[in-house]
């Protein structure tokens, strides 16, 4: 199935790929709750779900994975970067929670009882950060490990929250390493989270992980409350 849908979204880049080429900074695209982003020519994104065998343990299945820690459902898209005659390839998840709800899961509680605790005043961001990365090495997933705590980073106005994990896999007997790179940041009582999971096979700007991040983090008309 995994197959089949790549080759599937290879052939729509490659379809679409004279086109795009013409203009000079993507397409502008709606992002629900986050914003306007602008899609680089060289990158396809649909709507879709995708198999990972990084969630081998949940059948495959990368949302019921994470559902343990953050029992929130996501909006999911495949994404497909080209590159000449090579394609990279990323599962991009977008969660919209309240700011409780991410409480929640950082503190192991029951969103109920993280609500009601705090009637009368909002959890602090900066607190509910440091307080993830002295949980997450205890808390992720079996396998998963920490390659790059919480940092706050600030991009055109907007702070957000960087972090990301890995598990390592052995392929047909080849190493393979599962990135997962996430970006929070708040307006008002909400938090916009994501997700993106991809192998870096290029290090530096060109690989795949670090083109969508641009494209969220650069995100236009972003909701302040």
């Known amino acids: 199935m995994r197959i089949k849908a790549i080759l599937l979204m290879a052939a729509a880049v490659l379809s679409i790929g004279t086109a ?22 060289d990158i396809y994104m649909q709507s879709g779900r995708q198999p990972m065998l990084t969630a081998a343990d949940e059948g495959n299945d990368v949302i019921a994975l994470f559902e343990k820690i953050f029992p929130i459902q996501p909006e999911t898209y495949q994404v497909v970067k080209k590159d000449d005659a090579d394609f990279q390839y990323a599962y991009l998840l977008h969660y919209t929670a309240t700011i409780w709800d991410v409480k929640a899961a950082v503190y192991g509680e029951n969103r109920e009882n993280s609500y009601l605790r705090d009637i009368g005043s909002r ?3 900066r607190t509910l950060m440091n307080r993830l990365n002295q949980n997450m090495p205890g808390r992720l997933p079996q396998g998963f490990r920490v390659v790059a705590p919480v940092t706050a980073k600030k991009t055109n106005g ?56 641009d494209m969220l983090k650069n995100a236009e008309k972003m909701p302040k409350k």
Request: proline share 5%; charged share 20%.
């Open 123 to 125: 959890p602090d961001m």
């Open 20 to 41: 795009s080429l013409a203009k000079d900074k993507g397409t502008m695209t709606k992002f629900p709750n986050w914003g306007i982003m602008t899609v680089p020519d």
């Open 158 to 213: 907007h702070l957000f929250y960087e972090w990301t994990i890995a598990k390592s896999l052995v392929i047909n007997g080849n190493p393979f390493t599962e990135t997962i790179h996430c970006l929070a940041w708040q307006h008002g009582d909400t938090m916009e989270v994501a997700a993106i999971l991809g192998n870096i096979a290029k290090e530096g700007d060109d690989d795949i992980i670090s083109a969508v991040t």
